[in-house]
């Protein structure tokens, strides 16, 4: 079975850029996350969707993050502008629904960003 | 909110030794706990889980018993092995929308 695959690996930006992710999920799953981990810490959730609805973007910066999932599979996540504080790994995760006993999460290898 | 607390590394160990990391969380409702572990350049990977109270997750030698009581999933491993070095992260989920909170990370190096 395929990973959650994301791409790039790593991107260098300097501030006030633009950037996007991609991320595409296990086959199948209707859920999909975006975390951000910044060094040294764990990951926080951003953004989550249910098929291509959003069920959670509380913790989103709306006024330069957005996040879509267009027919319920592939997500891409942009930053517009982005900000130094914005240099973290972003991590892509699915399951195969967000109610599952357990929540098991399979998370993709994640995108390097560093800002400059 | 919910939490997890976990304890600091890095931790450097020689193969063969016995690994503990310890986590506490703080929760509102009973939530399910998990290990995660990211080997170097590899996104997270679960380790174990355990939905309830009293309830052993167990994967690769590795154990963690859910104590409600003094609200702690230790994790432990007898006999590491070099293989075994990565950053491991404490998580829970709550029951209420299923989001998981992480922990900060412990690094663990393993010398041969």
């Known amino acids: 079975e395929a990973g959650v695959a994301q791409s790039p690996r790593y991107k260098i930006i300097e501030k006030r850029q633009s950037v996007a992710f991609w991320c595409n999920p296990i086959?199948?799953?209707?859920?999909l996350y975006w975390y951000q981990q910044i060094l040294g810490q764990g990951p926080k959730l951003l953004i989550q969707?249910?098929?291509?609805?959003?069920?959670?973007d509380s913790q989103l910066p709306k006024d330069r993050f957005s996040a879509e999932r267009l027919k319920g599979v592939d997500s891409t996540l942009k930053i517009q502008p982005a900000k130094l504080e914005d240099s973290a790994v972003y991590l892509c995760?699915?399951?195969?629904?967000?109610?599952?006993?357990?929540?098991?999460?399979?998370f993709g290898p994640g995108t390097r960003l560093t800002v400059l | 909110g919910d939490s997890v607390t976990q304890m600091e590394g890095p931790v450097t160990l020689s193969e063969e030794a016995f690994l503990t990391i310890n986590c506490t969380y703080t929760a509102t409702g009973y939530p399910s706990l998990f290990w995660y572990v990211q080997y170097p350049g590899e996104g997270l990977q679960l380790l174990l889980k355990?939905?309830?109270?009293?309830d052993k997750g167990s994967n690769k030698g590795f154990e963690a018993t859910y104590r409600k009581e003094t609200t702690s999933f230790h994790l432990e491993k007898g006999s590491v092995q070099v293989s075994d070095s990565a950053v491991y992260f404490c998580a829970l989920s709550d029951r209420s929308d299923y989001k998981l909170s992480f922990g900060a990370g412990t690094t663990v190096t393993v010398r041969a």
């Open positions: 969707f249910q098929n291509n609805g959003v069920v959670d």
């Open positions: 355990a939905t309830k109270a009293d």
């Open positions: 995760a699915s399951s195969w629904t967000s109610d599952m006993n357990g929540n098991e999460q399979f």
């Open positions: 086959s199948g799953h209707a859920t």
